[in-house]
């Protein structure tokens, strides 16, 4: 392996992470609404609020941008190693961990007050397996036309992830990655368990 292979392979998981952290939701929301997105409806920096507070087209833009945080890193170290491999593959879990990180916890905004990591992990998955995306996508959309809220097809997208990633992927450490997405995606909606509990969770659609 040469010298430059191996810088490639050290700097990527942090690259994952600066790229993770990029925050569209505030960068893209100015551009659509003076309203602040940290102070107004959930006070989250991801696409849902951004499109509750600054309209459908910032939330797609924001969406994109938060999904491409997790395609890019994990495309470029898919490049590096054999995903075949079992070193390969705690390698990619690795990246995708790193860019799902920066996203919950972004650099530039002194490591708080960060997405809930959604579309991040789709992104990440996207490259890793996409029949697990493809299927994990179908359970979300099933269940925001069932329940009408974003959180509840979140949460669910999220509990079948790890089974659906091993079934795929028969890999213990994408697998395992997967369940560490599950758990923070969980945590990070623990307010919105708490509204859907007390049955004032808002929905998508009046």
Same mark, same amino acid.
């Given at each position: ?6 810088? =490639? ?10 790229? !993770?952290?990029?925050?569209? !939701? ?27 507070? =600054?309209?459908?087209?910032? /939330?797609?833009?924001?969406?994109? /941008?938060?999904?491409?945080? !997790?395609?890019?890193?994990? &495309? ?14 705690? &390698? ?12 919950? &916890?972004?650099? &530039?905004?002194g490591c708080k007050d960060g997405g809930k990591g959604v579309a991040t992990a789709l992104g990440c998955i ?22 009408n809220r974003v959180s509840v097809a979140s949460l669910s997208a999220s509990a079948v992830l790890p089974l659906?990633? #091993? ?9 395992? /990655? ?20 007390? !049955?004032?969770?808002?929905?998508? #659609?009046?």
């Amino acid at each position: 392996m040469t010298s430059t292979a191996i810088a =490639a392979r050290i700097s990527i998981p942090f690259i994952a992470y600066l790229l !993770g952290s990029i925050p569209w !939701g505030i960068v893209i929301a100015p551009f659509f609404t003076s309203r602040d997105i940290r102070k107004q409806g959930s006070g989250n920096i991801g696409a849902t609020n951004v499109r509750r507070i =600054a309209g459908s087209k910032a /939330g797609a833009l924001v969406l994109t /941008g938060d999904i491409l945080k !997790g395609v890019l890193p994990v &495309y470029m170290a898919m490049r590096l190693v054999n995903i075949a491999h079992p070193l390969g593959q705690l &390698y990619i879990a690795i990246i995708a961990l790193a860019a799902f990180l920066g996203h919950l &916890y972004p650099l &530039y905004l002194g490591c708080k007050d960060g997405g809930k990591g959604v579309a991040t992990a789709l992104g990440c998955i996207l490259v890793i397996s996409p029949f697990t995306a493809v299927i994990t996508v179908l359970v979300f959309v099933l269940m925001v036309c069932i329940s009408n809220r974003v959180s509840v097809a979140s949460l669910s997208a999220s509990a079948v992830l790890p089974l659906v990633m #091993w079934k795929a992927t028969a890999a213990w450490s994408l697998t395992a /990655g997967a369940v560490i997405m599950a758990i923070f995606v969980f945590f990070r909606h623990k307010n919105n368990i708490l509204r859907l509990l007390h !049955g004032t969770e808002p929905a998508i #659609w009046k």
